[in-house]
């Protein structure tokens, strides 16, 4: 009987993968080998092998870092997706005594790094492709959709499994699905779409067949959707949030932490200050169980933003406050869910940086 073992042998230099909150990062390839009274070895997927940049084969490196002594992450047997645990501390929990959406947020970027990292790209680049890296193109977010079922308390243990595929032609996806580590309970899920931008330029372009034949490679063959489900929320259509808006918090500047690799404004950053905006009595009674953001354009240091929300659901009774910063001029009580539609935009001239949903549903005692 053959005994299946995994060796780690090749590494793959030839690119990284995604941006913003990178997606994805450059990677090395698991191989397998067969343990048998034969010679072991190496069985290399044609459809998965990527030459290396300099010599046109792939040439063996050692692939273990330092940080791989202290990550709890490993990739799957199929070599697609990766799962890691992650610790809730302290600095991570809000007002709730759980982690906020941010950190979850926050989370869903680090797991996506360290997949594409543990697959053996280097962060050089912030996950670009060779041939992205030679036309100064980069990843930027285009929607980002995550759904909370249950938020983990500080000290709780979260697995969170990661793959990225293919998404049309015009970009990439990336898709989470959250567990709790304890129970294996599926707490939360996300994906989120990608598309390329030119670094010099700023403005859109089309995913070449250079780049989508640099990382089809590392994605799933068929087809995998952690929101599988027809007429899924994560597919709705946000509508634009038209002026005047029942609530606002004017004149957010973003913070020199702010800032990602690409010199503009990391996507996490955009949930806070959507949620600046919400009414005290929503952020006192309920909790944040889906957000939906679409981006459409970046945000600098330079940029003063406004953040503007009103009621999708027109019989809600939040519906009838209004207020300005964050206040309402009364209280709502008994309300189970509530749904929002939200807009950023420049106050300088009104343009549009993104718009959203959320809804929330009733604290429930924990």
Known sequence: MLKLSCNVTNHLHTFSFFSDSSLFIPVNRRTLAVSSSQPRKPALDPLRAVMSADQGSISPVNSCTPADRFRAGRLMEDGYSYKEKFIVRSYEVGINKT?????????????????????????????????????????????????????????????????????GRIGTRRDWILRDSATNEVIGRATSKWVMMNQDTRRLQRVTDEVRDEYLVFCPREPRLAFPEENNSSLKKIPKLEDPAQYSMLELKPRRADLDMNQHVNNVTYIGWVLESIPQEIIDTHELQVITLDYRRECQQDDIVDSLTTSEIPDDPISKLTGTNGSATSSIQGHNESQFLHMLRLSENGQEINRGRTQWRKKSSR
């Open 99 to 167: 982690a906020t959406v941010e950190t979850i947020a926050n989370l869903l970027q680090e797991v996506a790094c360290n997949h594409v990292q543990k697959c053996g790209f280097s962060t050089d680049g912030f996950a670009t492709t060779l041939t992205m890296r030679k036309l100064h193109l980069i990843w930027v977010t285009a929607r980002m959709h995550i759904e909370i079922y249950k938020y983990p308390a500080w000290s709780d243990v979260v697995e969170i499994e990661t793959w990225c595929q293919s998404e």
